[in-house]
């Protein structure tokens, strides 16, 4: 489960040097229900693009991984 902490945005702007302002991945916070009866979760959305993802190896809940056709997915 993804805990909203960012580590997979900033390993993946580590990684390819993405400039201040642009993100190739991020991470969506969705809320739902109504008051008092509400959630939230957070949703990594990813570029699924690398071989050896750093995002992935950086998640400290392992929420993220790698399906058996390559895409790093939640």
Do not use: Y
């Amino acid at each position: 489960m993804c805990i909203g902490c960012h580590a997979c945005t900033i390993a993946c702007k580590s990684e390819h040097d993405i400039p201040i302002g642009v993100n190739r991945c991020w991470v969506k916070t969705v809320e739902k229900g109504t008051f008092p009866e509400t959630s939230r979760f957070f949703l990594p959305v990813l570029c699924n693009q690398c071989e050896e993802a750093p995002c992935m190896k950086i998640c400290p809940t392992s929420a993220l991984f790698k399906r058996p056709d390559g895409i790093v997915d939640l």
